[in-house]
């Protein structure tokens, strides 16, 4: 195999044809598509709401888990169908959110320097 082209020696012609054909497949790519910028048509979720099971599998969770919750969840309803949008499936997540404080407890969580043992004694039977 010949060197490319440096320092003036010329390709062999097998190279010139590989180039040629590897940039004729470069021309005919899109290079978002090339770059993973964007999906195929086919690909894209134009939906304006999804279903529980669309839901459940977006957040990583049981549908059944939406199901038993959603009178607590934000939603939509139209008529006995329950949809969710973007912002209700985000709103979800938020709702859920868990922020540790700096000593390692969660906001709700009770600090255990504040439990102390019952005065009152048990009754061995």
């Known amino acids: 195999m010949t060197p490319a082209v440096t320092g003036g020696t010329v390709p062999a012609p097998s190279e010139v044809q590989g180039l040629a054909a590897v940039m004729n497949l470069l021309a005919k790519i899109d290079v978002d598509t090339l770059l993973g910028l964007s999906r195929a048509p086919e690909d894209r979720d134009d939906r304006m709401h999804v279903g529980y099971s669309e839901a459940a599998t977006r957040l990583n969770i049981p549908e059944k888990w939406l199901r ?3 009178g607590s ?7 006995k169908f329950v ?3 973007e912002e209700d499936l985000r709103a979800i997540s938020e709702m859920h959110r868990v922020v540790p404080n700096s000593d390692g407890r969660t906001k709700d969580e009770p600090s255990t320097e504040t439990l102390r043992p019952s005065k009152r004694s048990r009754r061995n039977s």
């Open 68 to 70: 038993e919750r959603i």
């Open 73 to 79: 969840l934000p939603h939509r309803k139209f008529g």
């Open 83 to 85: 949809q969710f949008a």
